[in-house]
Protein backbone atom coordinates (compact mmCIF):
# COMPACT_ATOMS: atom_id res chain seq x y z
CA UNK A 1 0.00 0.00 0.00
CA UNK A 2 1.16 3.74 -0.78
CA UNK A 3 2.29 5.75 1.92
CA UNK A 4 0.62 6.55 5.10
CA UNK A 5 1.30 8.53 8.16
CA UNK A 6 0.35 6.64 11.48
CA UNK A 7 -0.54 7.89 14.99
CA UNK A 8 -0.26 5.51 17.80
CA UNK A 9 -0.85 7.53 20.84
CA UNK A 10 -3.01 10.69 21.04
CA UNK A 11 -0.58 12.89 21.86
CA UNK A 12 2.17 11.65 19.01
CA UNK A 13 2.82 13.39 16.12
CA UNK A 14 2.08 11.51 12.77
CA UNK A 15 4.80 9.35 11.52
CA UNK A 16 5.64 8.18 7.90
CA UNK A 17 4.38 4.34 7.40
CA UNK A 18 3.23 1.80 4.94
CA UNK A 19 1.20 -1.40 5.43
CA UNK A 20 1.39 -4.91 4.35
CA UNK A 21 -1.61 -7.36 4.52
CA UNK A 22 -1.13 -10.38 6.47
CA UNK A 23 -3.19 -13.43 7.04
CA UNK A 24 -6.75 -13.44 9.05
CA UNK A 25 -7.20 -9.88 8.35
CA UNK A 26 -4.53 -8.31 10.10
CA UNK A 27 -1.57 -5.94 9.22
CA UNK A 28 1.76 -4.88 9.46
CA UNK A 29 2.89 -1.65 10.15
CA UNK A 30 6.21 -0.50 8.49
CA UNK A 31 7.56 2.60 10.38
CA UNK A 32 10.23 4.95 7.89
CA UNK A 33 11.90 5.85 11.61
CA UNK A 34 11.25 4.00 14.47
CA UNK A 35 9.13 4.75 17.28
CA UNK A 36 8.91 4.53 20.97
CA UNK A 37 7.09 2.79 23.02
CA UNK A 38 4.32 1.04 20.66
CA UNK A 39 2.22 -0.77 23.12
CA UNK A 40 0.29 -4.09 22.67
CA UNK A 41 -3.35 -3.13 23.61
CA UNK A 42 -3.27 0.71 21.99
CA UNK A 43 -5.04 2.46 19.54
CA UNK A 44 -3.31 2.85 16.13
CA UNK A 45 -5.03 5.25 13.16
CA UNK A 46 -3.71 5.73 9.64
CA UNK A 47 -4.56 8.61 7.62
CA UNK A 48 -3.65 9.82 3.79
CA UNK A 49 -2.93 13.39 4.28
CA UNK A 50 -6.31 14.45 6.28
CA UNK A 51 -8.18 12.03 5.28
CA UNK A 52 -8.52 9.32 8.10
CA UNK A 53 -8.13 5.47 6.61
CA UNK A 54 -8.61 3.20 9.78
CA UNK A 55 -7.58 2.41 12.82
CA UNK A 56 -7.14 -0.76 14.93
CA UNK A 57 -5.47 -1.99 17.87
CA UNK A 58 -2.11 -2.76 18.25
CA UNK A 59 -1.16 -6.63 18.41
CA UNK A 60 1.73 -8.12 18.77
Known sequence: MENITVKIRYA???A???IEKLE???YKIIFEEPQRAITKGQ???LYNDNI???GGIIGE
Do not use: C, I
Request: proline share 7%; glycine share 6%; aromatic share 0%.
Open 24 to 26: NDM
Open 43 to 45: SVV
Open 12 to 14: AKP
Open 16 to 18: NAR
Open 52 to 54: LLG
